[in-house]
Nanobody
Framework: QVQLVESGGGLVQPGGSLRLSCPASGFTFTMYAMAWFRQAPGKERDFVALIDRSGDDTYYADAVKGRFTISRDNAKNTLYLQMDSLKPEDTAVYYC???????????????WGKGTLVTVSS
C-alpha cells in the first residue's frame, strides 16, 4: 500500500522559510521520479517542482525558481521541499506525488499524499 505523508507546513511570515518532508512507503522509492504540487483555495492544483529518481535532475515552476529547492534522500525514502523567501501567493496546500516519467502535469502523477497547508501571512 503506497503511503505519502507530507509534513512541515504551517504559518510563516513573508520572507520566511519552511521545509516540507514527504516520507514514502509501500513502493520502491528509487523507481519513481517525485514531484511537489500545490493548490490554493478555489484554484487548480499546480506544478511546483520535480526531481528524477537519482536526485541529479530537478525542474521548477517559474513562480518558485530560485526560491524553492526540491531534494530527496533515497536511503530514507523521503522527498523534501525547502522553501525560502516565501510570499503570500505561496499560500496553498502542498502535495507530494510519484511519477513514472519526468512529467509535470497533475494528471500524469501516479500516487498522491493528502497534503500539508502552508500559510504565508503577516
Amino acid at each position: 500500500q503506497v503511503q505519502l505523508v507530507e509534513s512541515g507546513g504551517g504559518l510563516v511570515q513573508p520572507g520566511g522559510s519552511l521545509r516540507l518532508s514527504c516520507p514514502a512507503s509501500g513502493f520502491t522509492f528509487t523507481m519513481y521520479a517525485m514531484a511537489w504540487f500545490r493548490q490554493a483555495p478555489g484554484k487548480e492544483r499546480d506544478f511546483v517542482a520535480l526531481i528524477d529518481r537519482s536526485g541529479d535532475d530537478t525542474y521548477y515552476a517559474d513562480a518558485v525558481k530560485g526560491r524553492f529547492t526540491i531534494s530527496r534522500d533515497n536511503a530514507k525514502n523521503t522527498l523534501y521541499l525547502q522553501m525560502d523567501s516565501l510570499k503570500p501567493e505561496d499560500t496553498a496546500v502542498y502535495y507530494c506525488a510519484t511519477t513514472i516519467g519526468m512529467w509535470s502535469r497533475a494528471r500524469d502523477m501516479k500516487d498522491w499524499g493528502k497534503g500539508t497547508l502552508v500559510t504565508v501571512s503577516s
